[in-house]
C-alpha cells in the first residue's frame, strides 16, 4: 500500500509546490494520516483520492500559515527600528513583538479588532465587517488609523 502510490503524489506534489524535498515531505505526511485513519478504524473507499486530497489539505494548510506568518512579520516591521543590524534584529524580535502587543492594548477596542482580523488573521474587509457586524468602510479606517498608531504617527 505505502509505495503503490507515492512516486505518482510526490510527482503531483512536485509540481504545485516546485520542490520535490517539500513533495515528500507532504506525500510522507499524507501517507501518516491515513495510515492512523486506518488504525483508528475509519474506512476509506479510495485510498488513492483520499491522499491526494489529505495532500491538498497539508498543502492549503501550509500556504494559511505562512500568509499568516508574512502578515505577522509585516505587522512587526511597522514597530520595528530600521537601522538596527540584521544580528540585533533577531535578537530584538521579542521586544517588537512586545512593543506592538503594548500598541495593540492601548487602541480602541473596535480599532485593535479590525486591526487583528485584518492584518494578523487576513480577513477581507467585508469579512471583519461581517464579523463584528460592522461596515467595511469603518473597517478600512480603523485598519488605517491602527497602523498609524502602531507606526506612531499620529494625525495633525
Do not use: W
Not at 503531483?12 to 494520516?33: C, I, M, N, T, W
Not at 474506512?43 to 483520499?50: H, N
Not at 511597522?78 to 503594548?102: F, G, N, Y
Request: aromatic share 8%; with cysteine.
Amino acid at each position: 500500500m505505502v509505495a503503490h502510490y507515492y512516486a505518482e503524489l510526490v510527482n503531483f506534489f512536485s509540481k504545485s509546490l516546485g520542490d520535490r524535498e517539500s513533495a515528500a515531505d507532504v506525500v510522507q505526511e499524507a501517507y501518516s494520516r491515513v495510515l492512523a485513519m486506518h488504525a483508528r478504524g475509519t474506512p476509506s473507499f479510495d485510498l488513492r483520492a483520499l491522499l491526494y486530497r489529505t495532500g491538498k489539505n497539508l498543502v492549503i494548510s501550509g500556504a494559511r500559515r505562512q500568509a499568516a506568518e508574512d502578515r505577522m512579520l509585516q505587522t512587526l516591521a511597522l514597530v520595528a527600528d530600521h537601522s538596527t543590524p540584521d544580528v540585533e534584529r533577531q535578537v530584538s524580535a521579542r521586544q517588537l513583538l512586545d512593543r506592538l502587543m503594548a500598541r495593540l492594548a492601548v487602541m480602541p477596542r473596535k480599532r485593535r479588532e479590525a486591526f487583528i482580523l485584518v492584518r494578523i488573521y487576513g480577513y477581507s474587509y467585508a469579512e471583519a465587517a461581517e464579523y463584528t457586524q460592522s461596515t467595511a468602510s469603518a473597517i478600512d479606517r480603523h485598519v488605517v488609523r491602527a497602523v498609524m498608531d502602531c507606526a506612531n504617527h499620529r494625525p495633525d
